[in-house]
């Protein structure tokens, strides 16, 4: 009799840590990283979003995946490939979750382009721009460097203009092409940095010289 309910008991047991295991599985935990450790700027996470949509459906996002504007995805200037934010629209309240797989939107006061799924759980379709904050809810490790976009032009001998000027007192300042639906640019890059915090001053240094620009990332 004592081995019957001593088994029952464990069977008991197991049952329970089965179960409580499952629902740690369901629950979101946010992944500490040494960057995420370091802290986002106010600035990257409160601002303006837009959206993007079909000239963008089926071309390549920043990360290499095939953009579909029908998934809950988006672009962000700094934040890690695959990290998931919470979009909160502070005009109407509504909230949606996305993952980071592309880099932009490349507009000052803009932090946030989501596709157009996104757009729609939100209702900021057809407005084209919404009053957001950010919430990080999981964020990835990412090793690659930090640059300052200063400038972005049509014509490719402007953006060597700016970049032999910026030579003078940065290094290094390089160009990259990029295309959007309004054609061809040229971004105008300066530094490659480790940290934020070391992009953050040159940036303000840059500003303080009547530079207008923003941090980025270099993958």
């Not at 032009?153 to 290094?172: D, H, I, T, V």
Request: charged share 25%; aromatic share 8%; glycine share 8%.
């Amino acid at each position: 009799m004592m081995k019957i309910l001593l088994n029952r008991k464990i069977a008991y047991l197991l049952v329970l840590l089965i179960f409580l295991s499952a629902g740690c599985r369901k629950k979101r935990i946010p992944i500490r990283t040494p960057e995420g450790q370091l802290g986002i700027t106010q600035q990257e996470l409160n601002g303006y979003a837009s959206w993007y949509g079909d000239p963008f459906h089926g071309r390549r996002t920043s990360n290499g995946e095939v953009y579909d504007m029908h998934r809950l995805t988006a672009a962000h200037k700094t934040l890690p490939f695959n990290t998931v934010v919470k979009v909160n629209n502070l005009d109407n309240g509504k909230s949606v979750q996305v993952r980071i797989n592309d880099r932009g939107p490349f507009i000052e006061g803009r932090i946030i382009d989501l596709s157009y799924q996104a757009a729609l759980r939100i209702n900021m379709v057809r407005p084209g721009t919404a009053r957001v904050h950010l919430d990080i809810l999981r964020m990835e490790r990412n090793l690659s460097l930090y640059a300052i976009q200063i400038g972005s032009f049509k014509q490719k001998k402007l953006a060597g203009r700016l970049k032999e000027k910026l030579l003078k007192e940065y290094s290094p300042v390089d160009i990259r092409p990029r295309e959007f639906v309004q054609g061809k640019f040229y971004q105008v890059l300066v530094g490659n940095y480790k940290t934020r915090q070391e992009a953050a001053r040159v940036l303000r240094r840059l500003r303080a010289e009547g530079y207008s620009g923003f941090m980025t990332r270099r993958d």
